[in-house]
């Protein structure tokens, strides 16, 4: 993986809600950047991928990004100076079954991303493999994060739960991010408040 490259973790909410996190994202990125989205995980149960791309870029837009492209597919997608990768929240295990770890490490190494935001089951993917409750199944992650176990919408979603006391554990609720870099925390942003390893570690 490339050295500097930043993830943005975000535990999930409303684009209204989300905004002082969005204009954390826009600020580390140069100006007028170039966004590709990834919508692998979300469920057309719920919304069309066509919805879910024009909601994102209405969401962008209020923070002034407005140049995004959408990935359908990432083994047949121009390599066209991206800076940051985006992807989309939604269903957890079908993103895991449509992209694995080594291809999505193959993909970002032929980008040139500064920064990959994570939303929701986006963001859990990063992290280390977890285990869906409901199933006793485990998922296998990206662990781009490596040794850290990544829960989002924490309060209101416990269906996965740790693989490991020795991981790292990230629980975020909605409304809340982490910028990480170099595999370390470096900024905590939101309303929440985020926990690591149980302990409180901002208000």
């Known amino acids: 993986m490339q050295q500097n490259l930043i993830f943005f973790i975000c535990g999930g909410g409303s684009s209204e809600r989300l ?10 990125l140069n100006r007028n950047p170039k ?32 140049d995004i492209d959408i990935c359908y597919d990432i083994g047949n997608t ?9 992807i989309a929240g939604g269903d957890l295990k079908k993103l895991s079954k449509a992209i694995d770890k080594n291809s999505i490490e193959h993909f970002i190494k032929k980008n040139s991303f500064k920064c990959i935001y994570g939303h929701s089951a986006g963001a859990i993917i990063l992290g280390s493999d977890i285990l869906d409750e409901r199933n006793k199944e485990k998922i296998n992650t990206w662990n781009l994060i490596y040794d850290h176990e990544i829960t989002c919408h924490y ?9 490991s006391k020795k991981n790292d554990q990230l629980k975020l609720p909605d409304n809340t991010a982490v910028i990480i ?7 905590y942003i939101g309303e929440g408040i985020i926990y690591k390893e149980s302990r409180n570690i901002r208000n």
């Open 78 to 86: 121009k390599y066209n100076n991206y800076d940051a990768l985006y």
């Open 19 to 28: 905004k002082e996190i969005n204009k954390e994202f826009a600020s580390i």
């Open 35 to 66: 966004i590709l989205y990834l919508p692998h995980a979300i469920d057309e149960n719920h919304r069309t991928i066509e919805n879910s791309f024009n909601y994102f870029k209405d969401m962008m837009r209020t923070v002034n990004i407005v």
């Open 155 to 163: 309060y209101a979603n416990k269906e996965y739960i740790a693989l």
């Open 181 to 187: 870099q170099d595999n370390t925390p470096i900024k």
